[in-house]
């Protein structure tokens, strides 16, 4: 079974990898397809990306509204050029840090 991206948000905003594993009992009334280990579920590689994005962008800075604002203000009175110079070597500067 494949299951897509649904757009749904997930019930908690902890990132999976953190989250804390629960203990399993046998008690439950399971099938005896799940005891033999039987079902699987598996991510489309679309969904994959998609929880590594959120999980990074949790991680990011808060946004300045102000200068976005202000950049919104400037490219919609066509005032605002970009520096073609200046982003590319802060471009190359990203990629050969890493």
Known sequence: MRIENTN?????AKPAETA??????DDVGETESARAGQD????????RLLAKARTTLGS???VNAERVALLKQQIESG?????????????LAR????
């Open 8 to 12: 749904l948000q997930p019930l908690s």
């Open 20 to 25: 804390t594993p629960i203990e399993r009992r």
């Open 40 to 47: 699987r579920v598996e991510m489309s590689e679309t969904a």
């Open 60 to 62: 990011t800075e808060d």
């Open 79 to 91: 005032d605002y050029t970009v520096q073609v110079g200046e982003l590319a070597r802060k471009l």
């Open 95 to 98: 990629v050969f840090t890493k």
